[in-house]
């Protein structure tokens, strides 16, 4: 019974917390904070960045893009960029961040029927399974990478001693996190398969539409976008990530769509 | 076994006043130390007690050998390598005694190697259980091995491993090397932090006078600040993550006080400077100081006054000093009446911590059994009336306007309340205070305030 009391006490904070949300307009002066885009920032965070920038964007929801070498510590729940900052509310994540847009009454995926709105939430989940943990698996866990590429950069904000200390608790965490979902133990040659997989999936899904539901585009898109667009532009040691991507050719098409729509620049 | 320490006898014209009997006059009469003996240690290096001992063959009257005598005995106590010591005079008496020659007998009794550690100690308004091991006296000169756990009532853990070794000399001194890891909470803002370092420090003693005493330290520590809650104040959120402090302090303390908690008279002074920024990523140059007076009004009645106050510097240019290097001001052992670093707003725009503070108190203190003779309740317990006043400042450009401000709109509290002492160092406080002046975002106390800890104003 006391149970009971406490959850539905925490459910009503949270019902309240969203009815406060849900009143207000879109804050103005919004900021995102992220970690530094040239000297510091890793794969992983990167395509996650990118993909709630993206989705701002898209939504038309006004935002500052601040960077700061603690972004990773200052975030509400830690570890996890960007997050933002809008009015007193702290939401950290991808996810989180569309559902706080979502309850302020900014919503990409109104316009899709129940069925394509599952469509849309295993899509997303297959990314976020896939692709992000075949990111952090080449970051932290392919040693030549680490050596070269990761360690360098993380560290390239922390004086001695700190600079190994904190790389060092880094890599623990993140190789837990691959353990966990037993992807430690897989090769390189099995998490590229399994990015293949996932591609061929997501070209079929989209196959020659203007984005993955039809005309407007949605959270997915978004989503995939961030990670599709950091792996093909990150320079990593040698480019069969980048390369696995491209054999797509109408994925590739799609980065190009709304890197010129919401971006305005062309780099690919 | 034991050892013989013996002073040759050169001195032949000392005068021969020796017929009067008077025990009053003997105090003052010629003497002089022909033997000192040791007995009862057998790992300890000669050379370590020497030159403890050799304090004792200076004494010239019979008051003064006494006087050495405790002296020494409370040097080699601090040598931390015996259990007891207790100290025999005699009338010198064989073929090389001198007419108004004296022999003292140190009988020691040494530490068990191993030992264990477990007893309870205060500091910032929180108690804490010590546990842990140590290793006395390990190869005989003094080296002592410790590993102990503190475990604090508000959550705070420590873990420290030590080295220490005393160093014989005229002054005398001792180097001890820590590593400890610490962790501490701010719940107000529902903050964490988190300590990882090392400490080495180098502690020079003024034997002869034990109230002199100067540390010199390095200090090389990883923070880390956690802010868990949403809630937390953002400007606090923006200092959060981690940072390495490497620093040099220098700590002068100069104590006369009769006792450290509830003294009658004596004054303490103590004075920290600290600079940063040797390596790491803070730079700063710290300075701050707190000093004591106490006098004796009457047999039942202590008059206590303490003036405090610091100032920081920060000399770095890409990263800026965070809150844990920043002073804080109130608690029920500083500032009465307001909550532990309650002073100074923690709306969003404000800095957590400010760079200059002072603060001051006046105690008068009375025995609870007026006008009876000391004892056990007069030495452990006190009532006092006290007064606080203090503020908090950031020291701008204009130097002479934020000198006044800091002194123009101070906080000031008053009451009335019991302190007890607990042991030798530990002080409890129970207070009614009433804050009398204070600023809007202050978190005061108006009612009841407890304290613990050893350090106060």
């Known amino acids: ?268 | 076994m034991g050892n013989l320490f013996a002073k040759p006898y050169h001195e032949f014209n000392i005068d021969q006043k020796l017929s009067l009997q008077d025990s009053k006059l003997l105090e003052k009469k010629e003497a002089r130390v022909d033997q000192v003996h040791m007995l009862g240690y057998s790992k300890t290096k000669d050379f370590i007690l020497e030159s403890s001992i050799n304090l004792m063959f200076t004494s010239n009257s019979f008051n003064n050998i006494i006087k050495n005598a405790e002296t020494v005995r409370k040097n080699l106590m601090s040598l931390n390598c015996f259990e007891n010591i207790s100290v025999h005079i005699d009338v010198s008496s064989g073929s090389n005694s001198t007419p108004n020659g004296y022999k003292v007998t140190f009988n020691v009794q040494e530490l068990k190697l191993a030992s264990s550690i477990l007893h309870s100690i205060a500091r910032d308004n929180e108690g804490f259980v010590k546990l842990g091991f140590k290793l006395n006296n390990m190869t005989g000169h003094a080296n002592h091995f410790k590993i102990e756990s503190s475990l604090g009532n508000n959550g705070t853990q420590k873990y420290d491993a030590c080295i220490s070794k005393h160093i014989p000399g005229s002054i005398s001194s001792c180097t001890s090397g820590h590593i400890f890891k610490k962790k501490s909470y701010w719940n107000t803002v529902h903050g964490v932090f988190n300590e990882w370092g090392t400490l080495f420090d180098l502690l020079f003693l003024a034997s002869y006078k034990g109230h002199f005493s100067q540390n010199l330290q390095y200090e090389g520590v990883i923070r880390d600040i956690n802010m868990l809650s949403k809630n937390s104040p953002f400007k606090l959120r923006e200092e959060s993550g981690l940072s390495v402090k490497s620093s040099i302090k220098h700590i002068t303390t100069i104590d006369t006080r009769d006792s450290k908690v509830l003294a009658n008279e004596g004054a303490f002074f103590q004075m920290v400077m600290e600079v940063a920024g040797f390596g790491g990523d803070v730079k700063f140059l710290r300075n701050y100081f707190t000093s004591q007076f106490y006098s004796k009004i009457s047999k039942d009645v202590v008059f206590q006054g303490s003036f405090g106050g610091g100032f920081l510097t920060d000399l770095g240019t890409f990263k800026k000093v965070n809150m844990m290097d920043r002073f804080f001001l109130g608690g029920p052992m500083t500032l009465r009446g307001f909550q532990s670093r309650g002073i100074g707003n923690l709306s969003d725009n404000v800095v957590a911590g400010v760079t200059s503070y002072w603060v001051s108190a006046v105690h008068i203190y009375v025995k609870p059994l007026f006008g009876m003779e000391s004892n056990r309740i007069n030495e452990a317990i006190r009532l006092h009336l006290f007064c606080n006043a203090g503020n908090i400042s950031f020291f701008g450009k204009d130097t002479k306007s934020s000198f006044t401000k800091t002194f123009k709109d101070f906080r000031l509290s008053a009451g009335v309340g019991i302190v007890a002492r607990v042991g030798n160092s530990i002080r409890f406080e129970f207070n009614l205070c009433s804050p009398i002046q204070y600023s809007p975002g202050d978190r005061i106390v108006d009612g009841f305030q407890f304290g613990v800890g050893a350090n106060f104003i």
């Open chain 1, 1 to 268: 019974m006391a149970d009971f009391k406490t959850s539905s006490s925490i459910l009503t904070k949270e019902c309240l917390r969203t009815q406060i949300c849900g009143e207000s307009e879109w804050p103005k002066n919004t900021v995102l904070y992220q970690p530094y885009e040239t000297e510091q920032i890793l794969l992983p965070d990167n395509s996650k960045c990118l993909s709630v920038k993206t989705f701002l964007k898209m939504a038309g929801l006004e935002f500052i893009v601040e960077a700061r070498e603690n972004a990773e510590y200052m975030s509400p729940h830690r570890g996890k960029v960007p997050f933002i900052k809008a009015g007193q509310f702290l939401v950290a994540d991808f996810e989180p961040i569309v559902n706080f847009a979502q309850s302020k009454g900014y919503s990409l995926s109104t316009h899709l029927d129940e069925a394509q709105k599952w469509d849309l939430r295993v899509y997303m989940a297959l990314v976020n399974n896939v692709l992000l943990n075949a990111e952090i698996y080449v970051t932290w866990n392919h040693e030549l990478t680490y050596k070269e590429l990761t360690k360098p950069r993380y560290s390239s904000v922390y004086p001695f001693p700190l600079n190994h200390w904190a790389t060092y608790y880094k890599r623990r965490e993140m190789l837990s996190h691959l353990d966990v979902l037993g992807w430690k133990k897989k090769t390189l040659d099995e998490v590229f398969k399994e990015v293949e997989r996932i591609c061929e999936s997501l070209s079929n899904f989209l196959a020659d539409k203007k984005y993955f539901f039809g005309e407007k585009p949605t959270d997915l898109d978004a989503l995939v976008f961030g990670h599709l667009f950091s792996i093909i532009t990150t320079p990593l040691l040698n480019n069969r990530f980048a390369a696995t991507i491209r054999a797509y050719d109408n994925l590739v098409q799609l980065c190009v769509r709304i890197e010129t729509e919401f971006y305005q620049s062309r780099i690919l």
